[in-house]
């Protein structure tokens, strides 16, 4: 009994030094998680630098200022604007600082996440239309409440744009609030470097 208890504890120890050696030979499995596409901004390329102006005639007095670039290694656009208006008969001054996130919609075109100084979070639907660049309000987490907003802006020339805002009161229709002709100041900003390869989780 001795004996036959002394091979069976020899046989079960080689059966576990074999699995454990086995073990550490196993191969780790790796999980690869696949990237969505790039965005196309081919078509908005042309805005990418340092734009800065002021509203044309019948727009109230004002400056506006306007950054776009890429970031992310080029898979958002990012916009920052400020404005400044003068006051009028109908309506008070204001100044504005803004910061929008344009990046592609899964569907069709594009999507910007307006952010403002103000508190104020917007959404719109960006179309292209050859020279033109159409935002439509499509709500957001924080819009102005009852108020819609809708924006354009237009290249003219070469380092010159015209931008438009709409805006419409609650339950009224959409008035011009501004436009503004914008020259470009300054070189389009230097493309980050591309981000390190995505790690692999084992």
Do not use: C, N
């Amino acid at each position: 009994m001795h004996l036959s208890g002394r091979r069976t504890l020899l046989i079960l120890l080689l059966v576990l030094t074999s699995a454990a050696v086995f073990a550490k030979e196993k191969p780790p499995v790796l999980h690869r998680i696949p990237l969505p596409p790039r965005a196309d901004f081919s078509e908005l390329d042309w805005l990418i630098g340092e734009w800065t102006g002021k509203t044309l005639e019948k727009s109230p007095q004002g400056e506006i200022s306007l950054g776009v670039s890429f970031d992310l290694d080029k898979r958002v656009m990012i916009l920052r604007e400020q404005v400044s208006l003068s006051a009028t008969p109908t309506q008070p001054g204001s100044r504005e600082s803004s910061m929008g996130i344009l990046s592609a919609d899964r569907v069709r075109g594009f999507i910007l996440r307006v952010f403002s100084d103000t508190g104020f979070i917007t959404r719109y639907r960006v179309a292209v239309d050859g020279s033109v660049v159409s935002m439509s309000p499509e709500g957001g987490e924080q819009p102005p409440p009852g108020w819609l907003f809708r924006r354009s802006l237009k290249r003219v020339d070469i380092g010159v744009l015209v931008e438009t805002v709409q805006v419409a009161p609650p339950g009224k229709p959409f008035f011009e609030y501004y436009s503004a002709k914008l020259t470009r100041t300054g070189p389009p900003a230097p493309l980050p470097p591309p981000a390190a390869a995505e790690p692999e989780t084992k």
